[in-house]
């Protein structure tokens, strides 16, 4: 059993709900039980593969305060820490003012001066708003493991390395496939490779672009992540493309 009634539940719902409770005026628990929609039922959390129930704890204060930045990361505008260490957040989820800064003046008077509007940001730029949160915890280090399948979650350091983002000139940002605001995917391939040079030219007929160069990888059963290191892959080698 879970032992605590899930208080906050963590993830878009897309490829897994983590579940986290107050426990007392030390501490945050994380459940060990997840929810996977694709799996379609409850199996480990993630990182806590032979742990024991009824899951990890996280101090509220002390250590690195980890509980504090999963709701930094998932949550908009500012937390509060109220009596007995409870975290309270101004509203879940990943919404307008986690990219478009605070917009209280904006709203009251509507002008183009007092919003962060990204549109006309850079490709680096674009990719640092988004690696705010999509990136690998600053903590873990600096030096990249390419063969840990759990890296791959972190798209900006993985597009970083395709010759797509370093040979075009900064014209490839998160933004060239994905709408920032319904979720869509286009990935656009076309715009800058018209016709690759396929050896047959018929390789490429009736399957995606992505498929084989942007392969999924799945670091445990119910999670998988594209790999943004756009490349050519070896068949059933997705984590790292074949070097030149
Ligand atoms: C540095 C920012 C950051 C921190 C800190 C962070 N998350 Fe996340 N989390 C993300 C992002 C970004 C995603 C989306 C990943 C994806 O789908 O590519 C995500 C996805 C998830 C998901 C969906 C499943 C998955 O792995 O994609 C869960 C559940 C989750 N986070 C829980 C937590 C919990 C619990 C903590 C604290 C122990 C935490 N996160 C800390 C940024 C963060
Ligand atoms: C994940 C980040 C993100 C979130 C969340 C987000 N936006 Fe945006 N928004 C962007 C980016 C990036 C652009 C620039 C898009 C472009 O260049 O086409 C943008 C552009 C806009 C624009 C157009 C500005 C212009 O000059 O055309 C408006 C208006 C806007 N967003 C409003 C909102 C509102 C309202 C919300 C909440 C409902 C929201 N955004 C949530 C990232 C985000
Ligand atoms: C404030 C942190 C934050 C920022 C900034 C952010 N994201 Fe996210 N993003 C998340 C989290 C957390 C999730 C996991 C789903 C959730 O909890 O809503 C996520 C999920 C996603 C997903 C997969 C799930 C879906 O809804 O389709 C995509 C794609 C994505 N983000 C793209 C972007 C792009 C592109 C940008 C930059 C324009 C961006 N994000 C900026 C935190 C962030
Ligand atoms: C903004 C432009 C741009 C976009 C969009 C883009 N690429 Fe690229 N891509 C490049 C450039 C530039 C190179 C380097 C070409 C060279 O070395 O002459 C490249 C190289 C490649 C390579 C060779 C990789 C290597 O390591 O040599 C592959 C494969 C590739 N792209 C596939 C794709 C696929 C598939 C997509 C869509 C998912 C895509 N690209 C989107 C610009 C782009
Ligand atoms: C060349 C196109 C392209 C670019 C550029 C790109 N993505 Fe993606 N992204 C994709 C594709 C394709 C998928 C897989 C969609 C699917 O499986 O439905 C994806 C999936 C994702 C997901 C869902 C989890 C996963 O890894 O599958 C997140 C989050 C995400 N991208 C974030 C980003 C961020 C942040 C950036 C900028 C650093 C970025 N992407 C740049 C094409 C791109
Ligand atoms: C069935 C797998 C497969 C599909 C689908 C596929 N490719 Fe490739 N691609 C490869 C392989 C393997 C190579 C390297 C060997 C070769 O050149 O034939 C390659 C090479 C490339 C290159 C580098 C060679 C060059 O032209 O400079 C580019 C760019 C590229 N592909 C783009 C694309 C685009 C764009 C699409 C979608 C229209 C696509 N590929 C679809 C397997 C695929």
Redesign the pocket.
């Known amino acids: 059993m879970l032992g605590f009634r899930p208080e906050w539940a963590?993830?878009?719902g897309?490829?897994?709900?983590?579940f986290?409770s107050w426990r007392d005026s030390k501490a945050y628990l994380?459940h060990h039980l997840?929810f996977y929609p694709s799996l379609g039922r409850m199996e480990v959390?993630?990182g806590h593969e032979g742990k024991p129930e009824p899951g990890?704890l996280?101090p509220v204060v002390a250590g690195d305060a980890?509980?504090l930045?999963?709701?930094?990361?998932?949550s908009t505008g500012a937390i509060r820490v109220t009596e007995g260490l409870r975290i309270g957040v101004a509203e879940p989820g990943v919404r307008c003012e986690s990219c478009h800064g605070p917009g209280a003046e904006h709203v009251s008077k509507p002008g183009l001066g007092n919003i962060v509007n990204p549109r006309k940001y850079s490709a680096a730029q674009m990719n640092d708003l988004c690696g705010?949160?999509?990136?690998?915890?600053a903590s873990a280090g600096d030096s990249t493991d390419w063969g840990n399948a759990w890296n791959v979650?972190?798209?900006p350091l993985y597009l970083a390395e395709s010759a797509c983002f370093v040979k075009s000139a900064g014209r490839l940002s998160c933004k060239t496939c994905h709408d920032p605001h319904s979720g869509a995917v286009a990935p656009s391939c076309a715009q800058c490779h018209a016709k690759p040079r396929h050896r047959p030219a018929t390789r490429v007929a009736g399957s995606g672009c992505v498929s084989c160069h942007m392969p999924g990888v799945v670091p445990r059963p119910g999670?998988k992540?594209a790999n943004h290191w756009i490349g050519v892959y070896a068949p059933g080698r997705p984590l790292r493309p074949v070097q030149k």
């Open positions: 963590f993830g878009g897309l490829q897994a709900v983590t986290v994380e997840s959390t993630p990890v996280y980890a509980i930045r999963c709701f930094r990361c998932h705010s949160c999509h990136r690998k915890p979650r972190h798209q999670l992540f």
